[in-house]
């Protein structure tokens, strides 16, 4: 007979092989510096009994098995196939098959944002470990943990055009490029894997903090060397003159207060997930309008970390040069509505432009702002600027 028992410390695995033994005996078995000590007795119906357990202590280096041992290393090779996680390296390009499931959609059956950022996010540490250039930190190179530096994103940008919907298959691309002197630039396109279909791009800026002081730093000629080999100059989304999202204050129309980081929401550099940062902001906008629109593109623009002890505001507010606000946006529903029903052959060509000129009209727009919003201070967290669509699938045809 065998039985495993897995124990965890900070850097070992211990492993314990476990036999029967003939006759009344003891056993002992080795567990993380001690051993255990077992009196088996061998009953009438020949099962074993252990009628006393003590534990003494033993040479840890003999009964302990590194973890490097027991988990898959990180490569510090270039890697050009990756079959567990179905990932290739083409021209320097990161290329991910994934498939959307149960948990990664709403209740409309598609991927939700979070879900799609969340894909942005692990292909981009793919794409590092496939590189051969992943140290232990999150995304770090090697040159990074040496001068105790992390990668930090000051701005994205991500547009979507179609939602992938629950088992939708999807290839994922990534790339990275420069971006001025100190920083770098990080690239994605979601599309389907059986038609080629473009649901989404992405752009993002990214720049390097010192893991202890909290400070932005400059870029290593090290970590230069590291990363500029792989540098392409394509863009998924063409950025020319990125426009500067303009900061809110407590006149704001929704503002939801003392917010609580959860541990759950923090990342591996110990500060809450960029993510999160996008939940908080959709929480304020109006639940009727998100119940008839759909995220088109959102734009964020980073201005400090937020960490676990931290009590968050989120301010949202309508773009006033948007087609109309909430109310003109339900009775525009309700005309459109009245337009379908009263569809016939005979109006369908003068009702059929306006039809098709209300859904082209502009997208409707809004303004956020997450801040740290406590008695001592007040400071930005992230500005964010969320463009919408109203959703097709909302439309009641008539049967």
Not at 60 to 89: A, C, L
Not at 323 to 341: G, P, S
Not at 344 to 365: M, T, W
Request: charged share 25%; net charge neutral; proline share 4%.
């Amino acid at each position: 007979m065998w039985c495993s028992l897995f124990s965890c410390s900070t850097s070992h695995f211990t492993i314990i092989k476990c036999s029967i033994p003939s006759d009344n005996q003891e056993s002992k078995i080795p567990l993380n510096g001690n051993v255990v000590k077992l009196d088996l007795l061998k009953s009438n119906n020949g099962h074993h009994l252990a009628t006393k357990t003590s534990f003494t202590s033993c040479d840890e280096s003999f009964y302990n098995i590194p973890m490097s041992q027991m988990r898959q290393n990180i490569p510090r090779k270039k890697q050009v196939v990756d079959s567990y996680r179905q990932g290739i390296i083409v021209e320097g390009v990161y290329r991910q098959t994934v498939v959307i499931r149960s948990y990664e959609v709403g209740p409309d059956k598609v991927a939700t944002i979070e879900s799609i950022l969340n894909l942005l996010q692990e292909t981009a540490l793919n794409h590092v470990w496939m590189s051969g250039l992943l140290s232990d930190g999150f995304g770090a190179t090697h040159g990074m943990m040496k001068n105790n530096l992390i990668w930090v994103v000051s701005r994205m940008q991500v547009q979507i055009d179609h939602y992938p919907i629950w088992g939708e298959v999807m290839e994922i691309d990534t790339w990275v490029g420069a971006s001025g002197k100190n920083g770098m630039r990080r690239d994605w396109q979601i599309r389907s894997q059986a038609t080629g279909l473009v649901f989404a791009r992405a752009t993002s800026t990214w720049v390097m903090m010192n893991q202890q002081t909290r400070r932005l730093s400059k870029m290593p000629e090290e970590v230069r060397a590291e990363i500029s080999p792989w540098f392409i100059s394509k863009q998924a989304i063409e950025e020319e003159n990125p426009i500067k999202i303009e900061k809110l204050d407590d006149t704001a129309k929704y503002v939801l207060s003392n917010l609580k980081p959860k541990r759950s929401d923090l990342d591996m550099n110990h500060h809450v997930n960029n993510v999160k940062y996008v939940r908080w902001m959709l929480e304020t906008i109006p639940e009727q309008f998100l119940e008839s629109h759909q995220l088109s593109s959102i734009v964020l623009e980073y201005r400090r970390e937020c960490g676990s002890a931290d009590v968050v505001q989120s301010l949202c507010e309508p773009d006033e040069d948007g087609l109309f606000d909430e109310v003109a946006v339900d009775d525009q529903h309700k005309r459109r509505i009245t337009v379908l029903h009263g569809f016939s052959l005979a109006s369908g060509l003068l009702e059929a432009n306006r039809l098709v000129e209300a859904f082209n009209q502009s997208p409707f727009s809004y303004t956020h702002l997450v801040k740290i919003k406590e008695e001592i201070k007040n400071e930005e967290i992230v500005r964010g600027r969320t463009t919408w669509k109203r959703k097709i699938s909302s439309m009641p045809f008539p049967a």
